[in-house]
């Protein structure tokens, strides 16, 4: 616009200085009203394209052009390339904004001179650009950002085709400041990360958009792939196996005394397992199979299994057992030395949630609000999450058992207690030289006097950090 008035003197008249056309006063500020009208009407374009652009979230955007909506696509367009995009918005929006107070200055000026129109000017048209101009608009992309960034996808790349060398000067000015400045000058953030899914599930939960079930599930899948085999496994003294040379019979017989469809088969030691048997196959040999008795051996009714080493992440070995279609392996550890077994039910288990069958304890027993009875061989990371405590986790131990042994630092006996981070842990059965269960309490008060059952625990230095 062609207006530039002097800003000392007001002018009853005023004259176009190009035309030489002479304008009233008030047809000056009829025109430069209705400038700013148009102006802040643009601003609140720019603001509001700014909203809606930045906070369509990719996957939003892909599901409108899988349905079609027309102009999703100039959206996309436009978003592939974001740095562009917001040059284009902000020069934009800094152009509607200044051009805006200039003439309001000016005509303010004509009225009531140089120094209060510089001030009327300001701060009336920050108040309108305020309201107007970025709070009225972004709220309302903010509520309708779909429909609106599909609105305003033409007139942004209008603005763009418009403003060209402008934009242009200043998409090249920016990224080499950002370079100067060491800044990568990534304006948007990569698509979704982990944490925000993660952070989706809880508020998910607490908005009551998820119900609880699905929040575990989801939490647990989250938990999955830091899972190692070792927390999950059955451990070697819980293994039933039998040894390679044994008849059918007993193998028969052993599937059925332990509960378990599948056994290990050994030679020699359980060091050396050689495969799985299926009770099926042990069955339908025995009574179906066209060997006569005396000749089937158990030997032919091995199936491969895995050895996987007790540090493999559990989805890893999901993976593969499915692919090969195995339902047990068996773990070792770094020396080769069997650790236990591990089922697919192992695994789902940590996603779904444990699956009791028949007459199975459950393995962290809720006694009172402040105290649980857990099976030794419960991970420390479920004991944590029943009563809201904090023990070590992810050390040389994985389990409550392992734990215990490893404060008292030598055998325990039934009735010990100790006392670690406000919590009292009694064992409650023993047998032999394994902790079968304990009992813990968290205390009201982590108590700092209590006395501590032994002298040599290795993790004293770490008790009281509450
Ligand atoms: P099953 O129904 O035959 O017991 P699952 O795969 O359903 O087998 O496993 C149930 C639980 O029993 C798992 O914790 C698994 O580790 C354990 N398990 C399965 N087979 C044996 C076995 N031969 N010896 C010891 N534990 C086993």
């Given amino acids: 616009m062609a207006l530039s008035p002097s800003l000392a003197v007001p002018l009853a008249t005023y004259e176009l200085p190009v035309v030489g056309v002479e304008l009233d006063q008030s047809i000056v500020t009829i025109l430069g009203a209705f400038a700013i009208a148009v102006l802040i009407a643009l601003s609140g374009f720019f603001s509001s394209s700014e909203i809606a652009m930045f906070n369509l979230p990719k996957h939003r955007l ?48 004509l009225y009531f001179g140089g120094l209060v129109g510089v001030l009327l000017a300001t701060f009336g048209i920050t108040a309108l650009v305020l309201l107007f ?35 242009v000067l200043f998409d090249y000015l920016t990224r080499q400041i950002n370079r100067l400045i060491g800044s990568t000058g990534a304006i948007e953030s990569p698509y979704v990360t982990r944490d925000e899914i993660q952070e989706m599930i809880e508020s998910g939960e607490r908005e009551g958009v998820l119900e609880e079930e699905e929040h575990e599930m989801l939490t647990r899948i989250f938990r999955f792939n830091n899972t190692i085999v070792k927390e999950v496994m059955t451990p070697r003294l819980d293994m039933t196996a039998v040894p390679k040379d044994a008849p059918i019979d007993e193998a028969i017989e052993t599937c059925i005394q332990s509960g378990h469809a599948r056994i290990p088969v050994y030679e020699g030691s359980l060091d050396n397992v050689q495969g799985v048997v299926h009770i099926r196959d042990l069955v339908r040999d025995l009574n179906y199979g066209e060997a006569a008795d005396d000749e089937l051996e158990l ?29 047990m392996a068996i773990v070792i550890d770094e020396f080769g030395t069997t650790e236990g077994l591990v089922t697919m039910e192992d695994m789902i288990e940590e996603i779904i949630g444990e699956i009791l069958e028949g007459g199975e304890e459950q393995p962290i027993e809720e006694i009172a609000d402040d105290t ?36 008292a630092g030598r055998l325990v006996e039934e009735g010990e207690e100790i006392t670690y981070d406000g919590v009292r842990i009694t064992v409650e059965t023993v047998e032999n030289t394994r902790i079968l269960k304990a009992r813990l309490t968290k205390l009201e008060q982590p108590d700092d006097d209590e006395p501590e059952p032994d002298d040599a625990a290795p993790l004293e230095a770490d008790n009281d950090h509450e």
């Fill in 133 to 167: 101009g970025e709070s009225v608009p972004k709220s309302y992309a903010v509520e309708n950002t779909e429909s609106w960034a599909v609105r305003i996808s033409k007139p942004l790349k209008l603005t763009e085709y418009l403003l060209f060398p402008l934009i």
């Fill in 62 to 109: 892909e599901g409108m052009i899988e349905d079609d909506v027309s102009g999703a696509g100039l959206v996309k367009a436009l978003k592939d390339d974001p740095h562009r995009l917001l040059v284009t918005i902000l020069v934009g929006n800094n152009i509607v904004n200044i051009a805006m107070s200039s003439i309001a200055t000016a005509i303010l000026s």
């Fill in 299 to 327: 030997a032919d009714l091995i199936q491969p299994t895995l050895h996987v080493p007790e540090s493999k992440n559990v989805d890893e070995l999901l993976t593969e057992m499915r692919e090969n279609r195995m339902h």
């Fill in 372 to 407: 649980v009875l857990v099976r030794g061989e419960v991970n420390i990371e479920d004991v944590n999450e029943s009563l809201d405590i904090e023990l070590p986790e992810g050390q040389e131990f994985e389990t409550i058992a392992g734990f215990i042994f490893n404060r």
